[in-house]
């Protein structure tokens, strides 16, 4: 079958830095996607990811190796609105989205 | 409009009744689809369209349909509601499916709270 895990929560203090991890086993791999949601309110894109190496985007980087069909999302200087919860989706052989249950960051002071 | 909308915004209703969730978006997207967003799962893909006059069957498609008459509009149905279809639903749109280049992500609209008592 086809899995995307990763942690259920993480707490990290403002203007930390935080990794959140993903691994993933799905049928093909057509790229890898981190997107932010805050609550009560739509996910939204923040990184694609589809050859191996990090990609930096301001004070969010994501990293993908696909022979350990492995991610992460590391968020730099924390700030109070980071707090949301992280997705982590892979587009599979059929160019559908497979979706993590998702990582709720909180950010403490 | 600017993206994508859905209505209604929530919605209760009673068991057994017909509901329409409505999606529509400006951005001549090809590619729609519907997900259902539950606690502690993962986003479930319902139904998808890559071109208009066309759907396909997602990961969690039984008892509901869809329609892609146009471009703009991607209405989902519930034929008679149960209580298990209590969710957050959302419709989101990209480019193209399969993608035309790289990236082709997805854009999602505000979600529909329903609840089928």
């Known amino acids: 079958g086809q899995n995307i895990d990763q942690p259920t929560e993480m707490t990290a203090t403002e203007g930390a830095i935080v990794q959140i991890n993903c691994t993933y086993q799905t049928s093909g791999f057509n790229g890898l996607f981190w997107y932010q949601q805050h609550a009560g309110e739509a996910p939204t894109f923040l990184s694609y990811?589809?050859l191996d190496g990090l990609e930096e985007k301001g004070r969010f980087s994501s990293f993908l190796s696909r022979s350990k069909g492995y991610s992460y999302l590391l968020l730099k200087e924390l700030q109070m609105k980071d707090s949301a919860s992280y997705l982590c989706?892979?587009?599979?052989?059929?160019?559908?989205?497979?979706w993590g249950a998702g990582t709720k960051l909180i950010i403490k002071p | 409009i600017a993206g994508i909308t859905q209505a209604p915004t929530s919605q209760i209703l009673a068991a057994g009744r017909r509901m329409t969730l409505r999606c529509t978006q400006d951005?001549?997207?090809?590619?729609m689809y519907w997900y259902r967003q539950d606690l502690g799962l993962g986003l479930r893909l319902i139904h998808y369209s890559n071109t208009a006059g066309t759907t396909g069957k997602g990961e969690v498609p039984d008892g509901y349909s869809v329609s892609r008459a146009n471009t703009d509009d991607f209405p989902l149905t519930l034929a008679s509601a149960v209580p298990s279809q209590t969710s957050v639903y959302f419709c989101a749109s990209s480019d193209s499916n399969p993608p035309s280049g790289s990236g082709n992500e997805q854009f999602f609209g505000p979600g529909t709270r329903l609840t089928v008592l």
């Open positions: 951005m001549r997207h090809n590619a």
């Open positions: 990811n589809v």
């Open positions: 989706a892979v587009m599979d052989s059929n160019y559908q989205l497979i």
